[in-house]
């Protein structure tokens, strides 16, 4: 019956990948006799096709002598796959996964520790910014190297703050920068908001000076800005209800306070896709956002004259690093602490390679791994990403030659002492949709039409499911005796 099941399971995951796995490219062959490490990974379109060069990079130098090829796989909906397959006992060499779901993985049995192999390649702590070897180890054991890492910063529109100077400074306030504190970027937010009338006397919002709901996918971690956290790994607990989360979402609701929550939800629904012409922060209906490295490749794919002020990209070259930024109508800034004293906060993350644990060839895997991991292929893969480099040595070149000018801004982030990963929880992809659903019924509430309830009950309630939820996991994991 065990067999039956293996079989089956094993069946599935072949058949999802001949109709969902697309190549970026028709691949090479490999040579006879090479051993082929299969490598699953999650991204598609441009970011998929650019991997494909590292993996060239390595079948073509270090591959050939040691007869390694790695075959490369891009497809959507990696983690159920890699989960699948995990559980069938087949299934790639190499995964490429998200830091976020690592404990998930880690404590479930589906990913080979890494320890022995990156002892033998004399991998350490040293090889990463504190924040991204976090990232890839789970209860004191090393399950991952990173193959892209990032951070987020406060993107902010020049040209907008320059058109409105004059109401910026009747505020107080300098149209020459980024605000520095949460106070100055909610009178910034303030100021730059943009309503128009239909005619019949209703308004829009046409313009957010700024909107803590946008990207969605950094909301969750909002908290690290105002000194806060979701989850105490120590004591196993979530901790929703701490002042200074409790204060983060009553931050957040502030928001659609000032502006109406049915304003919010209509600016929210017309807001388009992040990777088109129609990015928000693109088109000017967010003058400020919280956004990550890749931001400055989607300006120079949808609007190249947002980088192109004083010269042509093309000559940019020829500008001295400290004129650079000012050939861009966008800034970035770290994005204000809400806490006295504390600075360069961020929320990182970092895209991971993985061995699961049913791998064929996890030494042949791991070469792999170390290979972009060398400087020179992380440094071209996080360049060609737009990202900045998890690694803890960086060359100047790769900061002065970089097409994101701010780079250094998220290099600085990312060392700094107060960047902060997702929590190590292993039910995350639960808490996720969770503190999604929780924000949402805290902003969009509605106090003029609905019976007030607070922002702490809204917590309360969603730390008690959540709780429940991870006690459970734990005692489950106990009794099959697959605790770490």
């Known amino acids: 019956m ?19 796995i697309r190549p970026p490219h028709r691949a090479a062959a490999p040579p006879a006799g090479f051993v082929v490490v299969e490598y699953w990974e999650k ?18 130098t270090q591959g050939r002598q040691e007869k390694i090829f790695v075959s490369y796989l891009s497809m959507s909906s990696i983690d159920k796959k890699t989960m699948a397959a995990a559980a069938a006992g087949v299934g790639p060499d190499i995964a490429g996964l998200w830091d976020e779901v690592l404990p ?8 080979l520790p890494l320890d022995e192999l990156a002892g033998a390649k004399g991998i350490t702590s040293d090889l990463y910014k504190p924040i991204f070897w976090r990232g890839c ?31 910026l400074r009747a505020a107080g306030l300098d149209p020459t920068r980024a605000p520095r504190t949460i106070a100055e970027l909610d009178r910034y937010a303030k100021a ?10 209703h308004q829009r919002l046409e313009r957010a000076g700024y909107m803590p709901m946008e990207p969605v996918g950094v909301l969750n971690h909002t908290c690290f800005y105002f000194g806060g956290q979701l989850f105490d790994e120590q004591a196993g607990r979530f901790t929703l209800t701490s002042p200074q989360v409790l204060r983060t979402y009553d931050w957040i609701r502030s928001y659609a306070a000032r502006l109406g929550p049915e304003l919010v939800s209509d600016f929210r629904s017309g807001l388009d896709v992040f990777d088109s012409p129609h990015n928000p922060f693109i088109t000017g209906k967010l003058a400020m956002e919280l956004e990550g ?6 300006i120079y794919r949808y609007d190249p004259d947002m980088s192109q002020v004083l010269v042509p990209t093309v000559l940019e070259a020829y500008l001295p690093r400290v004129v650079r930024p000012f050939n861009y109508a966008w800034g970035v800034a770290p994005m204000p602490s809400d806490v006295d004293g504390v600075h360069s906060v961020t929320y990182a993350g970092a895209d991971l390679l993985v061995i699961p644990r049913a791998a064929k060839h996890p030494r042949e895997a791991f070469e792999f791994m170390c290979f972009v991991n060398r400087q020179e292929e992380m440094e071209k893969l996080c360049s060609l990403h737009c990202k900045p480099s998890p690694l803890r040595e960086t060359s100047p070149h790769f900061l002065l030659a970089h097409p994101n000018p701010y780079i250094g801004v998220f ?23 969770e503190l999604a659903n929780m924000a949402q019924e805290i902003y969009l509430q509605d106090d003029r039409t609905q019976p007030q309830i607070g922002t702490m009950d809204v917590l309360r309630r969603s730390q008690e499911r959540l709780q429940q939820a991870y006690d459970r996991f734990r005692q489950s994991q106990e ?4 605790g770490h």
């Open 43 to 60: 991204w598609t379109g441009q970011e998929a096709a650019l991997m494909q060069q590292i993996v060239d990079d390595f079948n073509n």
């Open 137 to 167: 180890s789970y209860r004191g054991h090393l399950y991952a190297l990173v193959a892209t890492p990032a951070d987020y910063a406060l993107h902010f529109n020049k040209l907008i703050f320059y058109q409105n100077a004059a109401k």
């Open 293 to 298: 490295p890749w931001m400055a490749n989607t």
């Open 104 to 111: 998930q993985f880690a404590s479930l049995g589906a990913l």
């Open 411 to 433: 290099d600085e982030l990312a060392s700094s002492p107060n960047a902060h990963g997702t929590p190590q929880v292993e039910i995350w992809p639960q808490a996720r949709d």
């Open 479 to 482: 009794l099959r005796g697959e």
């Open 192 to 201: 730059l908001d943009v309503f128009v009338s239909d005619g019949a006397g």
């Open 2 to 20: 065990i067999f039956l099941r293996r079989l089956v399971l094993s069946l599935m995951v072949v058949a999802a990948a001949v109709v969902l």
